[in-house]
Every structure is written in structure tokens, then in C-alpha cells.
């Protein structure tokens, strides 16, 4: 036989040769992995590019905010970096300031701060914002995961299926010659290798992307933190308790006076019409 005739130990006549002759239960089994590995190859696909994405833009993001001094400069810009998670935390945490510096803000030296409960409430929100970012980068990752668990397993399943079917078709036909059992070893064997083959790409790609994932989500509880910082230096009032008092009794005791002063016109008009 010539080198270039075909021959069952090519992969591709391995492969065909081995499904041919394998089980109606092997059979399912392998399209149960190719639907898997279906699942899988579009959830890497899908995960690779919003990844990239996610690192592209918030890198981008990351740079335009370490240039600003005011913490809402990038949002009265009205800049956008739509595919950075930061970004998206940073809005909702920007919203939930502006609405509290025009409906429950506090005047500090003639400017606008906001009060330490209304600080907590822009807290929560940047909290719950960059919980729910690092939750879509993670969606989907089940499947990988179940892919590189499950993968192996499902093929081991067929595999030993198969090789139940031979032996037993084997003791009913009283031929144990290797020529009876080859065809039937070989068709229980594709299920352990096309698991195999679903679970090893899943296994390398959700090792990187959970690896990368966790680097994005570190970096975004960071920014968090650092812009609610950012945002207590700036917008809250951080006037200590004895000062607050001092100063709402002087407020109350300039309203008093001029409360005071308008009675006292009042009254000094009524006399004189009285008078006259």
C-alpha cells in the first residue's frame, strides 16, 4: 500500500471511519457535544470582542479622566465611552449626584455640596452599578465552564456506551477476533475525542477571559472608589457638627431680626396713620 492511499489513521478518515460505525447512542452523544461546542464557540466569539472592546474604551476612559480636576468634567462635556464598564458606572453615579446637587443641595460658602446622606445614596448607586457591569462581563462564562466540565464527561459517557454495545453484540455473535471489535471500539472512541475537542479550546478560552474579567472588575471597583472619593472632597459637605449648628443659628438669627425689623415698620406706620 502506497503512502498516499487514504488511510484510517488520517484524522479525517479516523474520524469518519470511527463515526460511521458507531452507535445510535454514540451517535446522539456526539450531537449533543456538537451542539455544545455550538454554544461554546459563540460564547467565545461574543466574549472575545466585548472584552476587547471593554479594555479598549476603558483605557481610553481611564486617560480622559485622569486629565480632569472636577469629577463631573467628562459628564458636562457629554464625552462618550459607551463600551467602558468605568464609563457607564461613572454616569450613574454622576446622575445620581446631579439630581441630589438640584434637589437637595447644601450651601457651603455660596456653593452647592451635598449632604452626607445624600452622599451615601450616590455610594450605593456606584456600588450597585459596578455590581451589575462586572455581572454582564461575566454572562455567559456558564457555558464555557459546563463546556470544559461536562465536555469530557458526556464523551467518557458515549465511550463507554459504545464499547458496552460491541461487547455485548461480541458474546452474542461468539467472536471475540479483533476484526469483530475494532469497528465497534473505534465508534466508541469518537465520542471521547470529540469531547475532548469541545472541552480544550472552552478550557483555554475561559481561563483568559476569566483572567481578564477579574482584571476589568478590579480596576472598576478602584475607579469607584476613587471617584467617590473624588466626589467627598468636592460636592459634600464635610463641615464638622459644631460648625453646621453655628451657622444654621445665624441664619436663624438673621431671619429673626429682619422678621423683627418688618414688624417694627409696620408698626411705627400704623402709629403715624393713627396720628395724622
Given at each position: 500500500?502506497?503512502?498516499?492511499?487514504?488511510?484510517?489513521?488520517?484524522?479525517?478518515g479516523a474520524l469518519q471511519f470511527a463515526f460511521?460505525?458507531?452507535?445510535l447512542e454514540g451517535k446522539i452523544t456526539i450531537s449533543c457535544l456538537l451542539v455544545l461546542s455550538l454554544f461554546s464557540w459563540t460564547i467565545i466569539i461574543t466574549k472575545f470582542r466585548q472584552l476587547y472592546i471593554a479594555r479598549k474604551w476603558s483605557r481610553k476612559f481611564y486617560e480622559a479622566y485622569a486629565e480632569t480636576r472636577d469629577p463631573l468634567d467628562i459628564r458636562n462635556r457629554a464625552a462618550d465611552f459607551e463600551g467602558a464598564p468605568a464609563f457607564q458606572v461613572y454616569i450613574r453615579g454622576s446622575d445620581e449626584l446631579d439630581y441630589h446637587l438640584k434637589n437637595n443641595a447644601v450651601q457651603v460658602d455660596g456653593q452647592k455640596r451635598v449632604s452626607r446622606g445624600s452622599f451615601e445614596?450616590?455610594?450605593?448607586?456606584?456600588?450597585?452599578s459596578s455590581g451589575a457591569e462586572a455581572m454582564a462581563l461575566e454572562k455567559g462564562m456558564i457555558v464555557l465552564s459546563t463546556a470544559v466540565a461536562g465536555g469530557p464527561f458526556i464523551g467518557l459517557?458515549?465511550?463507554?456506551?459504545?464499547v458496552m454495545e460491541t461487547f455485548a453484540g461480541i458474546a452474542k455473535a461468539n467472536s471475540a477476533s479483533l476484526t469483530a471489535?475494532?469497528?465497534?471500539?473505534?465508534?466508541?472512541?469518537?465520542?471521547?475525542v470529540i469531547g475532548l475537542l469541545v472541552a480544550i479550546p472552552a478550557m483555554f478560552a475561559y481561563n483568559f477571559m476569566v483572567t481578564t474579567i477579574r482584571g476589568i472588575t478590579q480596576e472598576l471597583d478602584g475607579?469607584?472608589?476613587?471617584?467617590?472619593?473624588?466626589?467627598?472632597?468636592?460636592?459634600?459637605?464635610?463641615r464638622a457638627l459644631s460648625e453646621e449648628i453655628r451657622e444654621a443659628n445665624e441664619v436663624?438669627?438673621?431671619r429673626i431680626v429682619g422678621a423683627l425689623k418688618g414688624l417694627g415698620t409696620d408698626s411705627a406706620k400704623s402709629d403715624l396713620s393713627t396720628t395724622y
Open positions: 500500500m502506497s503512502i498516499l492511499d487514504p488511510s484510517p489513521l488520517l484524522a479525517s460511521e460505525k458507531s452507535t445614596a450616590v455610594k450605593v448607586t456606584l456600588e450597585e459517557l458515549g465511550t463507554v456506551w459504545g471489535m475494532a469497528p465497534g471500539v473505534a465508534g466508541a472512541l469518537i465520542a471521547t475607579f469607584a472608589s476613587r471617584f467617590a472619593t473624588q466626589i467627598e472632597h468636592q460636592y459634600v459637605d464635610n436663624l438669627a438673621d
